[in-house]
């Protein structure tokens, strides 16, 4: 299987019909239905570990402020202890907490309810820890590589560019801040040259790294995604665009060549 990250911005992209979520639906029907899909989302930042040993995982409505719709919504798609506990060995000598509490946040489901609609893919998260550093993250992602040749989809979540401070909230559409376009277009050279070690130092990368990532709860998922790479990986970005002015919206798909 290949490797992705999405960029999954608003959570209302879960219910809207967009430029976003029909190349997301483009990319579902392109990679066809793996064995299952381990979702490392931004809004599983937690000190520690942890991986979904659910077998029928919850829908995370982790959010405030949006219509009651989206709060209805449901992704019913199983869990896989078995996965799960696959991943819990692979990352070894990693402490990798079992959980039983946790379900797929919004990070995950919105963005899976168009690349898998019928919600019938397995469906395994895995937490980031917020308190080791980038090259951590990297590594765990190398690690998980594997998973690859036995039909598993790893997906990133989260957002190469995400800076709420700096979001145009008004309602007509507003033009990438200079420094956030600048930071994406730095961001896809590195990736298309096989320049990992750049982006997992990715704050030496100057002032429009810092606004781009200001938090890296966005920004580490895509580090899980480059560790996962492989030599003779084709890089696309099938997703593209802004949002708000601050949110990059770009997804990174790597892919075995045939």
Do not use: C
Not at 28 to 43: C, D, E, F, T, Y
Request: net charge negative; no cysteine.
């Amino acid at each position: 299987m290949p490797v992705i990250f999405f960029g999954h911005g608003n959570p209302m992209n879960a219910l809207d019909d967009n430029a976003y979520t029909r190349a997301w639906s483009d990319a579902g029907r392109r990679l066809g239905r793996p064995k299952a899909v381990l979702s490392i989302s931004a809004h599983w930042y937690v000190p520690g570990t942890m991986v979904t040993f659910a077998e029928r995982p919850r829908t995370i409505h982790d959010f405030g402020g949006f219509p009651k719709s989206l709060y209805e919504v449901a992704y019913p798609a199983p869990g896989d202890p078995a996965l799960a506990a696959r991943v819990a060995a692979a990352l070894a000598p990693a402490v990798v907490t079992p959980d039983l509490r946790w379900g797929l946040d919004h990070g995950t489901w919105s963005v899976l309810a168009h690349v898998f609609p019928e919600a019938d893919v397995p469906v395994v998260q895995l937490s980031i820890d917020e308190t080791q550093p980038p090259e951590y993250h990297y590594a765990l992602g190398k690690s998980l590589s594997a998973l690859r040749d036995e039909g598993v989809l790893i997906v990133g979540s989260g957002n190469l560019v995400h800076n709420l401070e700096a979001y145009a909230w008004g309602r007509h559409p507003a033009e990438p801040l200079d420094w956030a376009a600048r930071f994406e277009a730095r961001a896809r050279a590195l990736i298309a040259a096989g320049d990992d070690g750049s982006l997992v130092d990715y704050e030496m990368l100057g002032k429009d790294a810092l606004l781009s990532a200001p938090t890296p709860e966005h920004f580490l998922p895509l580090l899980y995604v480059l560790g996962a790479r492989r030599s003779g990986d084709r890089v696309s970005f099938p997703v593209e665009g802004f949002d708000g002015g601050s949110i990059s919206m770009l997804a990174v798909e790597l892919g075995r060549r045939t």
